[in-house]
DNA sequence: GCCAACGTTGGC
DNA sequence: GCCAACGTTGGC
């Protein structure tokens, strides 16, 4: 099992918006490291659901692998916003998982309490700020499960 | 809305 | 393969 951090502007898609789908596929990722993070998820691992460009950014829920990653259809669609000519349907540059929702933290956690805990001064969120998929530890799932005033720790 | 930090592109 | 120019992300 592994644990993750997916990054959103909720006026493009927000927590809400999975909530409201059930599941949807992790599409429009266009970064070599973000895509490497997306490709190495499996099936029921977890992942942070983080608000970006917000006031304030902060990670607002869970949500659950539910598909392996697949070639992201949108890089092929010449219509599409993230349409990416130079991803070739017979091999294929960028990959998109299935994701589902799981549960709104109690609390949002603010990025401003991330930086404040010492515990998490090793998050990817805080050391490499552009990254918009990342791995985070399961310590660091629990920690800010619990400064979400989570009860019960998803598994 | 600004701009620092980072990633990508492409000429050489 | 270097690196300047450009584009994007995302906190503030």
């Known amino acids: 099992m592994n644990y993750w951090l997916l990054k959103s ?3 493009v898609y927000s927590l809400d918006d999975l909530k409201d789908e ?3 596929c992790w599409d429009g990722v266009r970064n070599y490291q973000a895509r490497n993070n997306l490709t190495a998820m499996e099936e029921g691992d977890l992942g942070f659901f983080y608000h970006s460009r917000t006031k304030p950014p902060h990670i607002a829920g869970i949500c659950r692998i539910a598909k392996k990653a697949y070639p992201d259809p ?4 010449p219509e599409e916003n993230y349409y990416d000519p130079k991803s070739d349907p017979d091999d294929p540059r960028w990959f ?3 994701v589902s929702y799981v549960c709104h933290l109690p609390e949002t956690v ?4 991330i930086k404040k ?3 998490l001064s090793e998050m990817v969120l805080v050391k490499n700020s552009r990254l918009s998929v990342q791995p985070v ?3 660091e799932f629990k920690k800010v499960c619990l ?3 989570l009860k019960k720790i998803p598994e």
């Open 74 to 77: 949108t890089a092929f669609d």
């Open 117 to 119: 805990e010492e515990s």
């Open 110 to 113: 603010s990025l401003k309490k």
């Open 96 to 98: 998109c998982p299935d």
């Open 137 to 139: 530890t399961k310590e």
């Open 9 to 11: 502007e909720p006026d």
């Open 147 to 149: 400064m979400g005033g």
């Open 22 to 24: 059930g599941t949807d």
